[in-house]
Structures are given as C-alpha cells and as structure tokens.
T-cell receptor, first 111, second 114 residues
C-alpha cells in the first residue's frame, strides 16, 4: 500500500532559527496536505498542494510539492515559540482515495 | 457551528470491556473517518465512510466496528478492549469522499485500557 515517510521525527531549534520537514511518498500523489497539531490538541489543516512543482507561502511558512509529485517540504523561517507542535503531511494518490499521513515531525523551540 | 464533536474526552476501560466512541459533525460532510494516534506513529486510519450506509476499512481495522446510519454520526465500537488499543482516537470529516479537501478533526478521545 501507499507509504508516506516524514523526516526528521524530532527537531529542536533555538528561536529565530529555520526549520524544515520533508515528506516522501512511495507512489505519485494527486495532492498533499499539511496539518499542524499543537501539544494536547488535534490536527489543524494548514494547506494543500496539487500541482507539480507548486510553491505556496503563508507568512513565514513555505510549502513545496516536488516535480514528480512524490515529495514535499515545509520550511519555517525564523521560528517562534508559537510554531511549537507536530507537523504532519498527508498524501492522497487518487482523487477519490484515502489520505495517508506521515508520522509527523515534532518541533520544539527554545526561547 | 460546533464542527466535529467527540465524546467522551477521556475513558478508562478494563480488558475485555466494550464501548462506543461517539463522533458527530454538523457540517453536512459526506466523508467521515476514525484515526488512532500512538506516540511516534502519526495518525493511522481505522475505518472511514464516504456517505450514510457506506463504510470501509482503513489500515488498522481489527478490533473495531463502525456504522453510518446518518450523515451526522459515525460511532466507533470497541468490541472487546485490549491494552494494545490504548491510544488517542480522532474522528475527522471532509465535505465529500474526494481526497482533495481538508479534513476537520475533533478534539479526540484519550482511551486507556487496563
């Protein structure tokens, strides 16, 4: 079945440093979504990427979808303590299919 | 607009007991799903439904049953609880069964099996 791998599992940064998490799928994806889960909370949708090579930005967050639509990344510039949480990618390989979540990257930010 | 509501928020069971986790959404979403989240293992799909009367298995369906008699409700039943089912359970919904829409998650049920 479809597998979605996400690295790293944990990342500890000093406030102001940059952060990147990577997502790789074993199959070509029709779209990829990114979610953020604060400690003790539930996943919250951030963004969806659909097109090959697509890049989207949300303030300090930059999301990319690979040319082959098998990998994606989330980059945070100048992290803040409010960025703390676990970031998940979720890939769908057909428009009518289920989404498979990566295992997430847990970000901690030291003030 | 409550979104996705899960009850209870916390539950402790003894091995062998059965129980039902409730999930309701008020957004008229066709697609609903149940995930379990274990430390370091992300979200694993248990069962899902693309509409009332239709359910299907996800990655880890064993030990769980679901039904979808109405659009709003999607209960998850544990038939005979086992310690391996200790986890945080999330219910989610999206507008249709097509996978290009965001999922909305409930607050979760934290379940411990002794």
């Amino acid at each position: 079945g479809q597998q979605v791998m996400q690295i790293p599992q944990y990342q500890h940064v000093q406030e102001g440093e940059d952060f990147t998490t990577y997502c790789n799928s074993s199959t070509t994806l029709s779209n990829i979504q990114w979610y953020k889960q604060r400690p003790g909370g539930h996943p919250v949708f951030l963004i969806q990427l659909v097109k090959s090579g697509e890049v989207k930005k949300q303030k300090r967050l930059t999301f990319q979808f690979g040319e082959a639509k098998k990998n994606s990344s989330l980059h945070i510039t100048a992290t803040q303590t409010t960025d703390v949480g676990t970031y998940f990618c979720a890939g769908t390989n057909t428009n009518a299919g289920k989404s498979t979540f990566g295992d997430g990257t847990t970000l901690t930010v030291k003030p | 607009n409550a979104g996705v509501t899960q009850t209870p928020k916390f539950q402790v069971l003894k091995t062998g007991q059965s129980m039902t986790l409730q999930c309701a959404q008020d957004m008229n979403h066709e697609y609903m799903s149940w995930y379990r989240q274990d430390p370091g293992m992300g979200l694993r799909l248990i069962h899902y439904s693309v509409g009332a009367g239709i359910t299907d298995q996800g990655e880890v369906p064993n030990g769980y049953n679901v039904s979808r008699s109405t659009t709003e409700d999607f209960p998850l039943r544990l038939l005979s609880a086992a310690p391996s089912q200790t986890s945080v359970y999330f219910c989610a919904s999206r507008r249709t069964g097509i996978g290009n829409q965001p999922q909305h998650f409930g607050d979760g049920t934290r379940l411990s099996i002794l």
